[in-house]
């Protein structure tokens, strides 16, 4: 009787582990198979994993409230400043002191620009650096006076407009398009750079604003409206 026992006992283990073994031959096959469908429809199988980038990264762009960074209570132009956060312009409230590289001509247009180029050049705040703020306008970016038969509102800078990084243009249109003192109403700003080639217009449009990298590197060429001769009297 124990002899019969233990047979039985040993043959119910046998069945279970062939069963077993049955069905991890099974599920291998299916996974071969699998592998041989993908490498047939020319798809790869690895298992390295693969880098997709790094995730969106989640600023605020809130403006610090207060007073505006680096004025440290000089008085001076307010304006509204174009920086960079999360890859599109957000206009950011400063007193603009005056420019430390005083233009050599007298044009209120020159003056501001150059102030508003040196708020744009400045490093934001901790705080504003905090909510995502930053700014692409080089440091030896400097303003001058419109060369003689350059239209009206003319700005002329120490570098062609067109070699800026795209961001920069953006954030230098647009800055300038909501001064009163360059821009006067809706409508393109006018920049050209240190040589004789004409100035070119360049708007700040929504799309500008959103995506600041998209804007046309070379505006459209502005010619000066003719002067008309004085009649003989």
């Known amino acids: ?11 119910g283990r046998g069945a279970t582990l062939g069963a077993l073994l049955g069905t991890t031959a099974v599920v291998v096959a299916l996974g071969l198979l699998s592998l041989g469908a993908l490498t047939g429809c020319g798809i790869r199988a690895t298992t390295v994993p693969v880098d997709v980038g790094p995730a969106p990264s989640r600023v605020s762009c809130k403006t610090p409230t207060g007073t505006a960074a680096g004025t440290g209570g000089v008085q001076g132009i307010r304006a509204t400043v174009e920086l960079v956060c999360g890859a599109q312009l957000v206009g950011v409230q400063r007193v603009v002191p005056v420019p430390e590289k005083q233009p050599a001509a007298r044009d209120a247009a020159v003056f501001v620009t150059q102030a508003l180029l040196e708020a744009l ?3 934001p705040s ?9 700014t692409e306008v080089p440091a030896n970016l400097t303003a001058s006076a419109p060369r003689p038969g350059d239209p009206a509102g003319t700005v ?9 990084p795209p961001v920069a243009l953006s954030q230098l249109v647009c800055t300038l398009a909501e001064s009163d003192a360059v821009s006067a109403g809706p409508g393109p700003v006018v920049l050209g750079g240190p040589d004789a080639d004409p100035p070119r217009a360049w708007e700040c449009t929504d799309a500008v604003r959103s995506r600041p990298e998209s804007v046309p590197t070379l505006g459209d060429v502005v010619r000066p409206t003719a002067t008309p001769a004085p009649s003989a009297s």
């Open 1 to 11: 009787m124990t002899t019969r026992r233990r047979t039985a006992r040993g043959t």
């Open 121 to 123: 050049q400045r490093e």
């Open 126 to 134: 901790a705080e504003e650096r905090e909510a995502g703020f930053t």
């Open 156 to 164: 002329r800078l120490s570098r062609k407009p067109e070699d800026l």
